[in-house]
């Protein structure tokens, strides 16, 4: 989509941060998918705000990276209760 002036509507940086972070937050152990988990739902909520911005797109993609990593945070706790018992 391109914009009156234009220029082209541009994927935040945070946007992409978020996703990864979710993605990566699977992938290894409780402690350190806590915090990608973290990072991602910071992320996402950043990148959901920059999205309003007409120049800026990846609302959908902060807000799947917020769901992941609110997915990531419930698959750390299992992890961890998995580990103790």
Do not use: E, H
Not at 18 to 31: D, E, P, Q, R
Not at 55 to 75: H, N, T
């Amino acid at each position: 989509m391109a914009m009156a002036d234009g220029s082209k509507a541009a994927f935040s940086i945070p946007s992409i941060i978020a996703v990864i972070a979710a993605f990566f937050s699977f992938n290894y152990g409780a402690l350190l998918g806590f915090i990608l988990a973290g990072v991602a739902i910071v992320f996402g909520i950043i990148g959901v705000l920059l999205s309003l911005s007409p120049s800026v797109r990846g609302g959908l993609m902060s807000f799947v990276g917020i769901l992941a990593g609110v997915v990531g945070i419930i698959a750390a706790i299992i992890k961890t209760i998995a580990a103790i018992f």
